[in-house]
């Protein structure tokens, strides 16, 4: 029962895929806005042709010397600032992520570890610890070496688009926990932070959050994590690396990667300075991973990064994803129940809510959507702490016709759902003033009423669009 499927209500069946298309078993086609992992496209020909021309050759244990590895750490670290020089090879980000964790710990001997809130890191025993989105309230007892800090939501957090330095006060929240730790006799070991939250609701940290926290974690003797697991190999389509776009004045001590570099194959990496890897190596510290960095894994992803080149990847991020929040801010300005856009690349949240200005999350609005989208054969997820933010984030081969197919499925149930529910959308409405979708009391309680926890009190519930059998009354009390 612990291994959920998306649409656990109704689920579909995928047996054959190509670029940013998923087939079920009756041949019928979705678009799929979910796939970060698929990152050039499912099954692309040339990576498919790398992966079988390998391993009709070799493959075999890490630790044989191997040209591909060596030439693709290469050309990984040319993508990256010139201080981060040395790669660790992992099977998935979850492994790296813990590696991360351990060069960090072994560099100055420190322990404690802040995350942020609403974070997800990996599977692991190491990361489920500092994973704020994994803890189950009430009965996970946070470890005495784990600070959260407040996620840098300048839409829903603690200081919002109003406040008039949102970066420093979100960076002196990270400062107070350093000067706590330090008080009661504890040292910072790091600060981990994707770039771009995920799970958290696609949240994109304010401009100078970063370089300030590394200035505090580096004063405490800490290093700085950037997770690219999720957002890395030019999705944000203006940089190769999401941290890239926060300034040339910020360098994380640590980078790690995963699921969009193998496009589907089993390859992640770490990626640090010459000093953190050989204060790892001077302990005694041996590492290896039987297949991190294979043949055949290295020659995957030297194909996926001669696909983004040869294919202008990055540029088409750029391209699709600013016509993609074009479109759906017209929505946003049409739909009462958006409540905000927000994105960079190819990477866009739509925060749905209830109220515009209390910002009520629209929960269970969400999931009905999402099962409403799959309906017209459009693959969408929803995250964040209250399971309220729309996730895009699907093959970089996303094309402009792709968007604007999404956007008018979108668009034709939002109408449906206000309608149902009794708000209206014929108005467009100023930025500047504030929305308040009136939704009669009977529509609202029966669109909640279906017996099902408070997404709160039980995050796993709703995970990536996962739902209970009890949402799917949802689509039959809505005649949408």
Not at 138 to 146: H, I, L, R, T, Y
Not at 197 to 202: A, F, L, V
Not at 242 to 257: L, R, Y
């Amino acid at each position: 029962p612990s291994c959920k499927v998306f649409f656990a209500a109704d689920p579909i069946k995928i047996v054959r895929a190509r670029g940013q298309y998923m087939f079920d078993e009756k041949g019928e086609q979705y678009l799929d806005c979910i796939n970060n992992v698929a990152h050039v496209g499912h099954c692309h020909p040339e990576v498919v042709k790398a992966a079988q021309k390998q391993m009709e050759l070799l493959n075999t244990n890490s630790r044989f010397l191997h040209d591909n590895i060596v030439e693709y750490a290469k050309r990984l670290s040319a993508t990256l600032p010139d201080r981060l020089s040395v790669c660790y090879f992992t099977n998935s980000g979850s492994e790296a992520n813990d590696l991360a964790l351990r060069l960090a710990r072994q560099f100055r001997g420190h322990q404690d570890v802040i995350t942020l809130d609403h974070a997800y890191h990996g599977h692991l025993s190491s990361l489920i610890e500092i994973s704020p989105y994994k803890f189950q309230k009430g009965k996970d007892v946070k470890k005495e070496f784990v600070h959260v800090a407040p996620a840098p939501d300048t839409y829903r957090g603690k200081y919002r688009e109003d406040h008039t330095d949102p970066a420093s006060a979100y960076a002196d929240e990270v400062k107070k926990i350093i000067d706590e730790t330090h008080n009661s006799g504890r040292k910072i070991a790091a600060f981990i932070a994707e770039s771009m939250q995920s799970c958290g609701g696609q949240i994109i940290p304010p401009a100078g959050y970063f370089q300030k926290v590394a200035e505090y974690v580096h004063g405490a003797g800490g290093v700085f994590i950037a997770d690219e697991v999720q957002v890395g190999f030019g999705r944000v389509g203006t940089h190769f690396w999401s941290f890239q776009m926060f300034g040339e004045d910020f360098v994380p001590d640590i980078v790690t990667m995963g699921k969009p570099m193998g496009n589907g194959h089993p390859v992640a990496c770490v990626v640090t300075t010459k000093e953190i890897a050989e204060a790892f190596s001077s302990s005694g510290m041996e590492y290896f991973n039987t297949y991190g960095g294979n043949p055949v894994s290295s020659a995957v992803g030297l194909a996926i990064l001669d696909v983004i080149e040869n294919e202008d990847l990055q540029g088409n991020a750029t391209r699709v994803g600013n016509y993609l929040t074009k479109l759906l801010n017209k929505q946003k300005a049409k739909h009462t129940l958006i409540g905000d856009i927000r994105g960079v690349g190819l990477f866009i949240g739509i925060d749905l809510v209830k109220d515009h200005q209390e910002r009520t999350p629209a929960t269970a609005e969400a999931q009905h959507i999402i099962y409403k989208m799959k309906e017209k054969r459009v693959l969408l997820s929803a995250d964040g702490p209250h399971r309220n933010v729309l996730k895009i984030k699907p093959p970089m081969c996303f094309t402009e016709e792709d968007a604007k197919f999404m956007v008018d499925q979108l668009d034709e149930i939002l109408t449906g759902l206000e309608e149902a529910i009794g708000t209206k959308t014929e108005s467009v409405i100023s930025e500047n003033t504030p929305r308040r979708t009136k939704m009669p009391e009977e529509a609202h309680s029966e669109l909640l009423s279906d017996g099902s926890p408070d997404p709160r009190e039980n995050p796993s519930l709703k995970r990536n669009g996962l739902c209970t059998d009890k949402h799917s009354l949802l689509s039959k009390r809505l005649k949408t």
